[in-house]
């Protein structure tokens, strides 16, 4: 039923399954498309497509991969009159995302007081499952971060509000409600704030090893050789919590709206219904706990930095979410429409000349950041119009996982592991074994193969690659 329609492009027809209202479409290589085929991705695709009120396509980027109702890597935008909001199409860990620091620091001044960063940053940052921050918050002051983000932390002293420009957003998403937010994820989330987690966070020293375009680069401040740091981090417990909440109130909620669904982890409300709203409200929130969150750790690795090598002088390049439902004006079928984008698991890919754009990125387009597995090349690429006309201005996000977590602990230790990307220039420190050995560089797919695809699709472009040598982990 699966059918190449184009190089990279590879179109689910509606008669794939009953009920589904538009096509499904997935950017991928032959390679790439059998991986995807070996799990539920396809169904879950096209069990999207069967959502009430969506426009377009339903969409999954190369690095797709089954995941709880929407594939990660998915992507569809629903008519804000007549559409739905799906939490399952947002994802547990609302707004995770990277961010990407540029240095002056030459890959030659750093080597050798490598460990001593790593060091120095691992204990600067907390890492690992369930760890609390050293921040501690009162419920006042949590309802703050909720509704202020990066703002909140540039103004308590975490970073300028310089930082706040290259954040999508600026770091803060307007419509957020603390009050939309349960005691329970606020208990969750209070004591979390500056971690970095577990799982596939990490906060990465890189160097970039190639430049691809060399006006993006500059615009970027991204200079062959130089050092970045790459932070990849969420919203924590609370995000997770604010997840589960909406999801059982959107099951309820579904029987009152006469919404009939495939799969009950498809869970969705009428946008404008009181529970939509009110989940846009959480999630928005939630999402700027997860800027604050990234700001915060960001301020810790200039700290780091400054302590091992005199001087923390790096700015942020841009900080994107991954996990996020967004209200946005695209074209669909030639004319102009106000839809809700869900990106699990994908990137914003916004080019050139959009109001969006920090104003020294207008010229350019929007940064998009892509992170490869553990010990793996990242890149960064930017935003185009193609994307603009094909998958409602969004990118990939990542590698994208290619094996399950319990398979990736197998035939290999945390020290084997260990000694083999020491042995590929890769320092690691992490917070728990099997943490990981879950993350293995063979968990993942070819992030180089998802980059090329997404870009000889023509729906980013690349920029810079990116290769790390320091590693922490949760």
């Given at each position: 039923m699966l059918k190449k329609i184009a190089e990279h492009r590879y179109v689910i027809p509606k008669s794939f399954r009953e009920g589904m209202t538009i096509e499904g479409l997935i950017y991928a290589n032959d390679e790439l498309i059998r991986q995807i085929e070996k799990d539920e991705t396809l169904a879950q695709v096209a069990n999207v497509a069967t959502l009430p009120g969506l426009v377009g396509r339903s969409l999954a980027m190369p690095d797709a991969h089954q995941g709880y109702g929407f594939a990660i890597g998915g992507v569809a935008a629903a008519d804000m009159d007549k559409g739905v909001i799906s939490a399952g199409g947002v994802g547990f860990d609302i707004?995770?995302?990277?961010?990407?620091?540029?240095?002056?620091?030459?890959?030659?001044?750093?080597?050798?007081?490598?460990?001593?960063?790593?060091?120095?940053?691992?204990?600067?940052?907390?890492?690992?499952?369930?760890k609390k921050g050293v921040v501690g918050l009162n419920y006042e002051q949590l309802d703050d971060v909720l509704r202020n983000g990066a703002?909140?932390?540039?103004?308590?002293?975490?970073?300028?509000?310089?930082?706040?420009?290259?954040?999508?957003?600026?770091?803060?998403l307007a419509s957020a409600d603390p009050t939309a937010v349960s005691?329970?994820?606020?208990?969750?989330?209070?004591?979390?704030?500056?971690?970095?987690?577990?799982?596939?966070?990490?906060?990465?020293v890189q160097y970039v090893s190639e430049v691809f375009d060399d006006e993006a680069a500059q615009t970027f401040c991204l200079r062959q050789g130089?050092?970045?740091?790459?932070?990849?981090?969420?919203?924590?417990?609370?995000?997770?919590?604010?997840?589960?909440?909406?999801?059982?109130?959107?099951?309820?909620?579904?029987?009152?709206?006469n919404i009939q669904i495939v799969d009950r982890q498809l869970a969705c409300v009428p946008i404008k219904s009181p529970e939509g709203?009110?989940?846009?409200?959480?999630?928005?929130?939630?999402?700027?706990?997860?800027?604050?969150?990234?700001?915060?750790?960001?301020?810790?690795?200039?700290?780091?930095?400054?302590?091992?090598?005199?001087?923390?002088?790096?700015h942020?390049?841009?900080?994107?979410?991954?996990?996020?439902?967004?209200?946005?004006?695209?074209?669909?079928?030639?004319?102009?429409?106000?839809?809700?984008?869900?990106r699990k698991g994908a990137t914003r890919a916004f080019p050139k000349h959009r109001p969006e754009l920090p104003k020294d990125y207008f010229e350019v387009g929007q940064p998009v950041l892509i992170p490869g597995s553990m010990g793996t090349c990242s890149y960064v690429l930017?935003?185009?119009?193609?994307a603009m006309e094909e998958t409602f201005g969004s990118s990939c996000h990542g590698a994208g996982r290619a094996m399950s977590r319990h398979a990736a602990k197998k035939n290999i230790t945390a020290?084997?592991?260990?000694?083999?990307?020491?042995?590929?220039?890769?320092?690691?420190?992490?917070?728990?074994?099997?943490?990981?050995?879950?993350?293995?560089?063979?968990?993942?797919?070819?992030?180089?193969q998802v980059v090329e695809v997404v870009h000889d699709a023509g729906i980013a472009r690349k920029v810079a690659k990116l290769i790390p040598i320091g590693v922490i982990k949760g």
């Open positions: 707004n995770c995302g990277v961010r990407l620091l540029v240095s002056d620091f030459t890959l030659e001044e750093v080597k050798p007081k490598l460990d001593a960063l790593l060091n120095q940053m691992f204990r600067d940052i907390p890492c690992g499952t369930g703002h909140w932390a540039a103004k308590n002293g975490y970073g300028t509000s310089a930082d706040l420009e290259h954040i999508e957003e600026t770091g803060r005691n329970r994820a606020k208990h969750r989330g209070r004591d979390q704030l500056g971690t970095l987690g577990s799982g596939n966070h990490f906060a990465e130089h050092i970045v740091v790459m932070i990849h981090s969420g919203s924590r417990g609370l995000g997770h919590q604010v997840c589960t909440d909406y999801l059982e109130i959107m099951q309820s909620a579904m029987r009152k709206y709203q009110n989940y846009l409200r959480a999630m928005a929130a939630a999402a700027n706990f997860a800027f604050a969150n990234r700001q915060m750790m960001s301020h810790w690795t200039r700290e780091a930095f400054a302590k091992v090598l005199g001087r923390g002088n790096l942020v390049v841009y900080d994107v979410c991954h996990n996020i439902a967004k209200e946005e004006v695209h074209t669909v079928d030639g004319a102009e429409r106000r839809v809700l984008v869900h930017v935003g185009t119009e193609k020290e084997q592991l260990i000694k083999e990307l020491k042995a590929k220039g890769v320092t690691v420190r992490g917070a728990s074994k099997s943490g990981l050995t879950e993350e293995k560089p063979e968990a993942y797919k070819d992030v180089s």
